[in-house]
């Protein structure tokens, strides 16, 4: 079998092989990048009165605590703090996706809100569908995806290499 047929063949049947791993992280890829622009992907930041944040750990997660729908009891619940000084905002995410926003400099809450694009990144990275997911599904994926674009250059430029060949 020639080498160009041989290339034709693999990229035909990787294409189908992850077509529908790589949609979904095109798809779930395109969300994230606007997150942001659309709050029932991921709340607005809100603005406190301070850009030096005075709240101590301790503060934080007892205002958070104060907050029903954030169920949180202890520093487990917590995923992440993001601390955003030039707005004055503590942002507390918690492991079952909600957000507490807090004023840095009086603890006051901000807002409260899910974060929906938790669950489009856990799409987006395969964790969704197993905590191992993103090795055995999109990393397989991935190194098919660069198979593809080497096959798909070499298909592109083949035609131009006879071409340039059959000048000389």
Same mark, same amino acid.
């Given at each position: ?33 606007? !997150? ?26 007892a205002q ?47 807002q409260v809100a899910? !974060? ?48 340039? !060949? !059959?000048?000389?």
């Open positions: 079998m020639k080498f160009a047929k041989l290339n034709r063949t693999i990229h035909k049947w990787a294409s189908l092989l992850i077509a529908l791993p790589l949609l979904l992280v095109i798809v779930t890829g395109t969300l994230l990048l606007v !997150r942001k622009e659309f709050a029932v992907l991921q709340p607005p930041t809100q603005h406190g009165i301070s850009a030096i944040p005075s709240l101590d750990f301790s503060s934080i997660l958070t605590k104060t907050v029903e729908q954030a169920n949180v009891a202890s520093w487990q619940d917590i995923d992440r703090l993001d601390i955003r000084p030039s707005k004055g905002v503590i942002k507390v995410r918690t492991k079952s996706s909600w957000e507490v926003q807090l004023d840095s400099q009086t603890g006051k809450v901000l899910y !974060r929906n694009s938790e669950f489009i990144e856990s799409l987006h990275d395969g964790t969704f569908f197993q905590k191992q997911a993103n090795l055995w599904l999109m990393l397989p994926v991935a190194i098919v995806l660069l198979l593809l674009w080497l096959t798909g250059l070499y298909l592109f430029c083949l035609p131009y290499v006879k071409k340039w !060949r !059959r000048r000389d």
